[in-house]
Structure formats: structure tokens, C-alpha cells
């Protein structure tokens, strides 16, 4: 192990926290490293300072009960604790709260979001190209063309041709 890592485990190693085999790495460690074996005296000086050096005052008796009143008497009045209708939640509040333009703004802004998006389909759905789709395309199913093989959409075409093979179209 390496001295960085081992510092990181030096507090949970002097409070026996640390598993067993890394106990012992971190041993065979300190053997040979003056360094860290510095390091370890210092955690358990802090550690021995700390443990008995600070008493702990005890709890006086009715303290949680003082508490508790004093938050109620400063307990706000005339607020409800609930409120007595929630509004109906609207998703599409946030355009009613826009100006004008802004409205104007967000509406171009799908429109030529789905302008792009139907002219960059690599011209699957134009006019002159409709008619002389085979059947498999005629369903839209020209999506699935670079499907690889034993894939949902290769089994999902071969299954459609079939049927429009056979003259069934469901």
C-alpha cells in the first residue's frame, strides 16, 4: 500500500474499524514506513485528547417540553396549517405568463423545429417518391431498413413482407 492511502485509513484503523486483511496491510505498512507510523502517534494523541478531555453536561429535565411550547407560542397565527384548495396544476401555464412576442417566439420556434425535422427524413415522404414505394414501405416501415439481423426490426420486416406477399394487409 502506498502512504497516501493508508493515511486515508488510519482513523478507522486506530478505532478497529477496518476489515481484516486491511489491518494487516496497513500493518505490514507502518512496519516499514517511520513516516506514517508518525502519523498514526498523532490520530491516537487526537484520539486520547478527545476521549476523556470533554464532559458531556447532562440534559436538564423538561428541556424537549420547553422546547416544544416555546415553538408553539411562536407559531405564526392566521396562516392554516394546509391550504384549503391547491390549484389545478397546468403544464402550459408558463407560455400563458409569456408577452406576446415571446409567444410569437416559442411558436416559430417549433414550427421550423418541425419544418427541419421533416425535411431532413432523407426524403422518404416526398410527393414523387410516395408511389413507387414497395408494400414493406407503404407502413412506414422504411425506418427499420438498417436493422441488423435477428433484431426486433429485421424479424418485424420479415414478417410484414410476408403477409403483404401473401396478399393479407391488416
Not at 30 to 59: F, I, N, Y
Amino acid at each position: 500500500m502506498r502512504c497516501r492511502e493508508v493515511r486515508s485509513y488510519l482513523n478507522a484503523y486506530v478505532d478497529g474499524e477496518v476489515p481484516e486483511r486491511l489491518h494487516r496491510a496497513v500493518e505490514s505498512h507502518l512496519a516499514a514506513c517511520e513516516s506514517c507510523r508518525g502519523r498514526l502517534e498523532e490520530v491516537r494523541g487526537m484520539d486520547e485528547l478527545l476521549q476523556g478531555s470533554l464532559p458531556v453536561p447532562p440534559v436538564p429535565e423538561g428541556l424537549a417540553a420547553r422546547i416544544m411550547a416555546e415553538a408553539r407560542r411562536r407559531q405564526p397565527t392566521g396562516i392554516p396549517e394546509r391550504p384549503a384548495s391547491l390549484p389545478a396544476w397546468n403544464p402550459f401555464q408558463w407560455i400563458a405568463e409569456l408577452s406576446a412576442p415571446m409567444r410569437l417566439a416559442a411558436c416559430a420556434t417549433v414550427l421550423l423545429a418541425l419544418v427541419t425535422g421533416l425535411s431532413l427524413d432523407g426524403g422518404h415522404m416526398t410527393k414523387r417518391n410516395v408511389g413507387l414505394r414497395q408494400g414493406k414501405d407503404l407502413y412506414g416501415l422504411e425506418w427499420f431498413a438498417p436493422a441488423p439481423p435477428s433484431s426486433i426490426g429485421s424479424v418485424y420486416i420479415a414478417m410484414a413482407d410476408q403477409l403483404y406477399e401473401k396478399g393479407t394487409k391488416q
